[in-house]
């Protein structure tokens, strides 16, 4: 069982970007997928994008796609949120996340055990 370790939050101005990187050890970055899920004060965590480990295949929400990119470095255990004109909508902490038992991709939480520390996504307006 290895870790995940989210970086690259921070504040933005509305229309801005960021890139937001998630680190794993151990065995985590082979499981059959990893994403992005976010939690905004007061409301549910959301998944946000996800990304198969056989063939790269991405997923996003509606409410990011076109302007969110995810990728992964598989020689580098690390994975990638390219996010661009961002809103203030977008704001919260954003968590990676994947698990070992799952054979497709969810956007559930609740189908996810392995998870990051969170970062910080602010944008003002």
């Known amino acids: 069982q290895g870790q995940l370790v989210e970086s690259g939050g921070g504040l933005v101005q509305f229309g801005g970007s960021l890139r937001l990187s998630c680190a794993a050890s151990g065995s985590t970055f082979d499981y059959y997928v990893i994403g992005w899920f976010r939690q905004a004060p007061g409301k549910e965590r959301e998944g946000v994008s996800f990304i198969a480990n056989s063939d790269g295949s991405a997923y996003y929400s509606d409410s990011v796609k076109g302007r969110f990119t995810i990728s992964r470095n598989n020689a580098r255990n690390m ?3 390219e996010m661009n004109s961002l809103k203030p909508e977008d704001t919260a902490v954003y968590y990676c996340a994947t698990d070992p038992r799952l054979r497709y991709v969810s956007f559930d939480p609740s ?14 307006s």
């Not at 189908?111 to 003002?124: A, F, K, N, P």
């Open 79 to 81: 994975m990638y949120l």
């Open 111 to 124: 189908d996810y055990t392995h998870w990051g520390q969170g970062t910080q996504v602010t944008v003002s």
